[in-house]
């Protein structure tokens, strides 16, 4: 980001000098660990970016065939301040900015009008529906059946810690099957239909739908097994509905990425888990002393 009211001056960046590190990490990153890290190109959202800044992120993100991703229409005021910038809704105006597109995942779309949804749909804009961080912040609900039923690609996110502490897919698979059902009705996204949100839209929003997302012959055995005799998915009935009305990251007994092994029996193999959270520790740290130097 690079403007800002009330923004401190250390978080703000020079668009040339932001996008050469944007760059470079993206040459660096991109593809590594046998094509498992992708890399994406995420200006903050509309307010905190300026136009040369928008531009060069869609530029950049383009020329080099990576992801673009960024916040859009989470509350009002940030809806209301765009328009009285730029004069323009927030979807007109990150479109003409380079920021829609079938390589575009936009965070939230909370508050958007018919219009701006029929834009979604006709360029192939995924929205990230994050309704645990919309609930915490007050935003709203995201009004996600009707964004599905205009033919816009919906996934499921948690947004980042300072709004989600718990970064669950559970969490916000619960959540999208229940609170739209204040609006629509109870049965208006039913188990099947959000457990695809969380795993084959979400694959296919990144653009590898051909990798993971479903479990098919010839794709990456990224597999989490979930324990059905968990007390919250007892008695039995349809697996879906148990997973995500009853399940939460507490069920998850077992965790494949591309076939390897990374939790057996509740307990993550990869990493000594209490030098894990030293390092959690530590980061938070520095990050707070970071954010005390710069208020």
């Known amino acids: 980001m690079d403007i800002g009211d ?19 990490l993206g ?3 991109h593809g590594e660990n046998g094509g498992r890290l ?23 993100a383009r020329d080099n065939g990576w992801l673009l991703q960024t916040h859009a229409s989470e509350n009002r005021d940030e809806v209301d301040a765009v328009r009285n910038i730029s004069g323009r809704g927030n979807i007109d105006y990150l479109d003409e900015h380079g920021l829609t597109g079938q390589d575009v995942v936009l965070a939230h779309g909370v508050h958007l009008e018919d219009e701006e949804i029929r834009h979604l749909s006709a360029t192939g804009t995924t929205i990230c529906h994050c309704p645990g961080a919309n609930l915490k912040l007050a935003s709203g609900i995201a009004d ?10 919906v996934v499921l996110g948690a947004d980042g810690p300072p709004c989600n502490n718990r970064l669950s897919i559970f969490h916000e698979m619960s ?29 296919a929003a990144l653009g590898l739908a051909d990798e993971i997302g479903t479990l098919e012959t010839g ?3 990224d597999i989490s097994i979930v324990d059905l005799e968990d007390w919250s998915a007892l008695p039995g009935g349809d697996p879906a509905s148990r997973v995500v009305f009853g399940c939460s990251s507490h069920s998850v007994r077992h965790v494949l990425v591309d076939g390897s092994p990374v939790v057996i029996d509740h307990k993550l193999v990869t990493t000594d888990t209490q030098q ?20």
């Open 219 to 221: 794709k990456a055995a």
């Open 27 to 29: 040459r660096r990153w």
């Open 276 to 295: 894990l959270k030293e390092r959690v520790n530590h980061s938070w740290i520095a990050t707070r002393r970071r954010m005390e130097e710069t208020s």
């Open 6 to 24: 009330g923004t401190p001056a250390a978080l703000l960046e020079d668009p040339d000098e932001s996008l050469a590190q944007a760059e470079a």
């Open 38 to 60: 992708r890399y994406a190109v995420a200006p903050r959202f509309a307010l905190s970016c300026s136009s040369d800044l928008l531009r060069g992120c869609s530029r950049l």
């Open 175 to 203: 959540l999208a099957a229940t609170i739209h059902g204040l609006r629509h009705g109870p049965t208006v996204l039913d188990a099947w239909q959000v457990l695809g949100l969380a795993t084959r839209e979400g694959s």
């Open 144 to 153: 996600v059946p009707k964004l599905i039923e205009n033919g816009v690609r």
